[in-house]
């Protein structure tokens, strides 16, 4: 997998050579094509806003894309960029350099969004949901500005596997990060490529590749306590039963709707045996449910 070193993209020199990495490194790649093929990420003249925050994902995200354009798998143009938020301590010349470095056209946007998280969110409150939203507005508005089709994110399956239990614990509903969106304007994509890749992968390949990672708790503010709580019941259901969050994620390709309990995905009303009888009570002609006290 691992090629000379002229036949390989700058984000790739200095990988290791061990068997371990080069299977890692092929996983990696593999996951992400399949989510790209599998959902339909790719069309004629795209142009991807490829996000990048500094942390493992990011980094990793950036190199299996470009792993993929590089050998001819992936025909879209690929601009990345950096949002600095205006967060205390933010090093913001760490990806610029490397970016220049790694010969990757970018653009670094400044947009100082966390002195209005910290107007608007009360003393011990997460600044997470309305530093998300501002960064997503920001993000919609620099793909625009730069002709892209699509913006594209780092979350990987861990992520989604932690979303859809958060909605579930505490959302009262089945939902995570789809894989492929289009934003409510209606005028972008919005791409997760990572959304096969193991977090585990992400952190050991970027570990391996020792690209300069920001730490993403500069504000001072975590991903609220309720994530935290999914990720260490995550974390003791996969010790208990190695394998458990591939299984739970091959789950949320694999829904069912008539075994669920959703009118509006499956027409229970409508259900009919083979002879043609339903229980359904939309007909007219049906008597009115007594309602109950």
Known sequence: MLDELDD????????????????????????????VEQYGMVERGAKWLVCLS??????TLLAALYELKWRGLL?????????????????ATVLPEFLERMQVPHRIEYQDTYSIVKDKVPAGRTYCALCSRLRRGNLYRIAREEGCTAVVLGHHRDDILE??????????RLATMPPKLVNEEGDLFLYRPMAH?????????ANAMNYPIIPCDLCGSQDGLQRQQ???I?????????????VMFKALTNVRPSHMLDPKLFDFLGLATQTGESTGTNSEDSPEIPILR
């Open 54 to 59: 500094g942390g493992k994902d990011s980094y």
């Open 8 to 35: 390989i993209h700058p984000l790739f020199h200095g990988a290791p050579s061990t068997t371990e990495f080069k299977k890692l490194r092929k996983r990696i790649i593999r996951n992400v094509r399949e989510a």
């Open 234 to 246: 995550l974390d003791s259901w996969e010790k208990n039963a190695p394998g458990r969050r591939q």
């Open 230 to 232: 999914v990720k260490k």
């Open 197 to 205: 890749v193991a977090e585990e992968d992400c952190e050991k390949f």
């Open 163 to 172: 979303t859809f239990f958060m909605n579930l614990f505490h959302g009262g």
């Open 75 to 91: 025909p879209v143009d690929l601009l990345a960029c950096n949002l600095d938020q205006g967060q205390p301590g933010f090093p």
